[in-house]
């Protein structure tokens, strides 16, 4: 069945999950939906599509990272819902338990045959290209294509949906914030491939049916992904 999935054309995936999988799909959205807006999966799994086809992966890495990309908040169920939905900054204990999502997520996902690739893959998800990311500090090719990748468009998503208590970006204040975190936060590569695609128009807006929660007022000036003092971009996506 999962290689059945990863032989499926992207626009057919979504109904061909297996149940067990497509239960933890569920799961990892109504999470997300209980504490920030946020892309619908099938447009960030366009975007990431398009993003690893420039880059020159066959079809079956881009199937599992649309795949890992559907599952890749799904630890998230195992956190206290009052730190996801807390508005202001975490204090120490609540950003720990943060940090864990992504092994948690990871561990949930290797108990079904077949999807250790995606485990793996959601475990790398909040690693940084030049370290420093969690949870193992891993850097450069150390973290897969598929986890770099889905950095960088979740975290266009997140900028453009508006997270952790942030206004959504305006698109030329988004753009800023991806400059910004290249080659620190965000392997460079994705980074400029991700850009001169939405440049083109082929990533970053929505297709019908998507939902990308954006409000006209949102404005250049919105807080922005780098933290300085405490380097945690991002960190409610």
Same mark, same amino acid.
């Given at each position: 069945? %999962?290689?059945a ?11 061909? &999950?297996?149940? /067990? ?8 959205? !109504? ?9 619908? @999966? ?9 993003v690893?086809? %420039?880059? @020159?992966?066959?079809?079956?890495t ?15 169920? &195992?956190?206290?819902? !009052?730190?996801? #939905?807390?508005? /202001?900054?975490? $204090? ?9 999502h ?11 045959? /077949? ?9 790398? !998800? ?5 370290? @420093? ?6 850097? /450069? ?25 942030? $206004?959504?970006?305006?698109?030329? #204040? ?6 910004? @975190?290249?080659?620190? !936060? ?5 980074? $400029? %491939? ?8 082929? %990533? ?5 049916? $998507? ?27």
């Amino acid at each position: 069945m %999962v290689a059945a999935v990863l032989a499926a054309e992207p626009q057919e995936l979504a109904g061909r &999950l297996p149940d /067990g999988i497509e239960c933890l799909r569920r799961i990892a959205e !109504q999470v997300d939906a209980c504490h920030a807006p946020r892309a619908d @999966g099938r447009a960030v799994g366009r975007w990431l599509t398009e993003v690893l086809t %420039v880059l @020159g992966h066959a079809a079956v890495t881009r199937h599992r990272a649309r795949l890992a990309e559907r599952l890749h908040n799904v630890g998230k169920i &195992l956190l206290p819902p !009052q730190v996801l #939905a807390r508005p /202001g900054p975490l $204090d120490a204990e609540e950003w720990r338990l943060i940090r864990m999502h992504p092994l948690m997520g990871a561990n949930l996902l290797a108990q079904v045959p /077949g999807l250790q690739i995606e485990a793996e893959i959601i475990a790398q !998800q909040r690693e940084w290209f030049g370290g @420093g990311g969690y949870p193992s500090g891993i850097a /450069g090719s150390g973290i897969r294509i598929e986890a770099r990748a889905l950095a960088v468009c979740t975290a266009w998503a997140a900028m453009r949906g508006g997270r952790g208590g942030r $206004d959504p970006l305006s698109g030329p #204040a988004a753009r800023e914030q991806l400059r910004v @975190g290249r080659a620190t !936060q965000f392997d460079p590569v994705v980074v $400029d %491939v991700f850009l001169a695609l939405e440049s083109d128009r082929r %990533v970053g807006l929505p297709h019908p049916g $998507d939902r990308l929660t954006t409000t006209p007022a949102a404005r250049a000036t919105d807080r922005p992904v780098l933290d300085s003092l405490d380097r945690t971009p991002l960190s409610r996506l």
